[in-house]
Nanobody, 121 residues
Framework: QVQVVESGGGLVQAGGSLRLSCTAS????????MGWYRQAPGNQRELVAG???????NYADSVKGRFTISIDNAANAVFLQMKDLKPEDTAVYSC???????????????WGRGTQVTVSP
């Protein structure tokens, strides 16, 4: 089994910054990629930012230039530095890890429970 745990959410005023952290642990033979998703009430879950173990990144257009994703492969951890936050960034942010549990196993997705980010006007 693999556990994914997020931390770092909270309440911040518009224009402020937050840093989210996520760590995957357990039966991890190899890490393929990690990413951050968010879901606001009444909205579908959307990809915020993703990063491969090789460092290739992709971002939602709405966060480009404001959010930065980074990965620590040795720690199976991913971070999301968020700056210039806006009220529309308010959502539950969830972390996902794509890992293989063994040399002959395929990639599987594991999800954390999420952390609330609230941006006040």
């Amino acid at each position: 089994q693999v556990q994914v745990v997020e931390s770092g959410g909270g309440l911040v005023q518009a224009g402020g910054s937050l840093r989210l952290s996520c760590t995957a642990s357990g039966n991890i033979y190899r890490l393929n990629a990690m990413g951050w998703y968010r879901q606001a009430p009444g909205n579908q879950r959307e990809l915020v930012a993703g990063i491969t173990s090789g460092g290739i990144t992709n971002y939602a257009d709405s966060v480009k230039g404001r959010f930065t994703i980074s990965i620590d492969n040795a720690a199976n951890a991913v971070f999301l530095q968020m700056k210039d936050l806006k009220p529309e960034d308010t959502a539950v942010y969830s972390c996902a890890a794509v890992v293989a549990g063994g040399p002959s196993q395929g990639w599987l997705d594991y999800w954390g429970r999420g952390t609330q980010v609230t941006v006040s006007p």
